[in-house]
């Protein structure tokens, strides 16, 4: 039986409040005779909409894709405020202008812990959220499934209320 983590926390950085998840799906690539088929893409909604969260934007890092010179269209590059742009600016601060910046999906797969919360991400990637999207109080989720990554940034939905004695 596998067994993975999830793990919320809600922070406010003065102005603003955003939540942050975690989740470690790692068992499922352990799993002795599992076989892995599906999209992370679908799997991430199905996990979202579980929790009543809509992506808004959302990276898919693969890092075992090449990363030189020779494979730059596997890079991720910083263009025009993109997640991308937000990451670089809390990952390297030092760097003063990311824009047209590229990562390899390892290097940022790597930099972007899944089972800790790395607070520069979070609050670049809230902030990220409400400008690009006005979302009042973000989602920043961080999952992986032992391979693949990903980073969205997501809102609450609210469905409305089933009538059960409908007809």
């Known amino acids: ?72 269209e596997f890079a991720l590059t910083c263009r025009d405020g993109n997640m991308v742009c937000h990451l670089l600016r809390a990952l390297y ?14 290097v940022l797969a790597r930099r972007v812990p899944t089972s800790t919360i790395d607070w520069g ?8 959220a409400m400008e690009r999207f006005h979302i009042e109080k973000p989602v920043v989720v961080v999952l992986t499934d032992g391979f693949f990554e990903v980073i969205a940034v997501a809102q609450k939905v609210s469905h409305p209320q089933k009538n059960d004695n409908a007809h």
């Open 121 to 128: 991400v979070a609050l670049s990637l809230a902030r990220y």
């Open 1 to 72: 039986m596998g067994v993975g983590t999830y793990v919320q926390f809600t922070f406010d950085d003065g102005e603003h409040e955003a939540e942050y998840v975690t989740v470690d799906l790692s068992t499922l690539y352990y799993l002795e005779g599992a076989r892995i088929d599906y999209h992370v893409e679908v799997l991430v909604n199905a996990l979202l909409s579980y929790y009543g969260l809509e992506a808004k934007d959302m990276i898919i890092l693969n890092p075992a894709l090449p990363c030189s010179e020779m494979f730059k």
């Open 93 to 106: 601060p030092q760097v003063s202008d990311v824009e047209g910046v590229s990562i390899c999906q390892d």
